[in-house]
């Protein structure tokens, strides 16, 4: 079995075995996510506008439905150009208690492609996802379909899956199965202070370039703020993460190194082998004190922006720093500056960004 430590710091991301819900059926599990800002400037890729504005606020309800399945519904209120949205982001059953170890989730959910995907926009350390993911997978990727995982009898942790989605909310097309993405993740501790993970996944989007219009200047072509901008047929997510924290005990202190790199190619019937998608992060985040943090985070990503049947190159670099102040595990205030250098782009800018995410009601661990 995998170590102690690392498992249980699994446990929550990987619902294998496990339902993902605490509550019971006639008194489910509520909590509410508040998320609100301030930003100074407009800024390339991002999801949140200038000024004073909400962010990704969170309903959630979940339950036992009985012994065998549990179930979860997410609805998502935030503003986007000035509009209002009100998205179901998640509404699945999961099961429990599978033989050998396997696990079924089906409705709509977050794809578990990439290390930050899977996880909700208000576990993230910083005011919004790295370029790379605004610009490949709308921030976050969620859609309609199944999912089927595998934890492996091996004495590290070793999880293996596969999704199949509708493909809608990801790029326009007539598939009706749009996305498949296969995924595996291999883990464990290298000492009681010590943990790590890596990653690989592939999303195939059979989609991608069917419907091919002139972009706008951030190649959008969906009115949904969390719309993926860039999309190719075959996407190659690559992650790994490394934590410490002293004799185990994260509460106090602990230092998380984590990072991706994401590759699409076969962007369109015009495309050549030149045309493709690129981009990776590296981030490290400390928290110095128990409820203290800081974070540094720089990315690149290098894109072809489909016009016709020609591309413009278009890249963004950017580089976050953060402060951050949680007086407990419910309530967040964060300061991040930002800074963008972009080819393509006529909004990259620079800006300062308040932000604080409180939750209310129950609220269970994050991911590892």
Partial sequence: MPPRSFTRAL?????????????????????????????????ALSHRDKGFGLGHTELTLSAPIDDLFSGRLTT?????????????????????GLPASLSVRAGRFLSQVGYLNGRHLHEDDFVERPAAYRALLGSHYYDDGVRLNALLPTPFFWQVGA????GASLSEGDEELGVFTLNTRVGGDLSVSQSWQLGLSYLRNRNAGVVEEDHDEEGEE???SHAASYTGRNLYIADAVWKWAPNGNAREQQLTLSGEYLYADDLNRYATSDDTHEGW??????RFAPQWSAGLRYGEVDLRQAHDDHFHDQSLDETEVMLAWSHSHFSTLRLQYTHQDGNGFDNADDTVTVQ????????GAHGF
């Fill in 11 to 43: 446990i929550p991301l990987v619902v294998l075995a496990a339902p993902e819900v605490q509550g019971d059926a006639l008194n489910p599990d509520v909590s509410v996510t508040l998320d609100g800002y301030y930003k100074q400037e407009d800024t």
């Fill in 76 to 96: 998502v209120y935030e503003e986007h150009e000035g509009e209002s949205e009100v998205q179901v982001e998640e509404a699945y059953l999961q099961t429990n």
């Fill in 163 to 166: 999704e199949v989605f509708s």
């Fill in 222 to 224: 969906h009115e949904h």
């Fill in 281 to 286: 992060y590296l981030s490290g985040v400390y």
């Fill in 356 to 363: 604080y995410v409180m939750s209310l009601g129950a609220h």
